[in-house]
């Protein structure tokens, strides 16, 4: 089992940034695959960004790229998504999830469905 906490979302002027934090517990975060996903008002749950367990490979949606950064820190067993130059139309609830099967160690998990732990997100407001 893994518990996935989301923190550090908020209200921010466009072009400013934010960085959401992702507390993990129940497993070593290097056991496993982390991501991000993003779902705004009336639209479906999209992919962020993904960094595989090992560390070693990261993707990124082509909205993001370029201006966000996933990481993590395994001795806070917590994950990252460091986000610049924010525009009104990144304004979601963010949720990060954990993929927990076993991966080749460059593997990154893009598939809401590879993943199956969740947090319970947290709203990012982008002002124009």
């Known amino acids: 089992q893994v518990q996935l906490v989301e923190s550090g979302g908020g209200l921010v002027q466009a072009g400013g940034s934010l960085r959401l934090s992702c507390a993990a517990s129940?497993?070593?975060?290097?056991?496993?695959?982390m991501g991000w996903f993003r779902q705004a008002p009336g639209k479906e749950r999209e992919f962020v960004a993904a960094i595989s367990w090992s560390g070693d490979s990261t993707y990124y949606a082509d909205s993001v790229k370029g201006r966000f950064t996933i990481s993590g820190d395994n001795a806070k067993n917590t994950a990252f998504l460091q986000m610049n130059s924010l525009k009104p139309e990144d304004t979601a609830v963010y949720y990060c999830?954990?993929?927990?099967?076993?991966?080749?160690?460059?593997?990154?998990?893009?598939?809401?469905?590879?993943?199956?732990?969740w947090g319970p997100g947290t709203q990012v407001t982008v002002s124009s």
């Open positions: 999830a954990a993929d927990t099967s076993i991966r080749a160690r460059w593997y990154v998990p893009r598939s809401r469905y590879e993943f199956d732990y």
């Open positions: 129940g497993r070593t975060l290097s056991t496993y695959s």
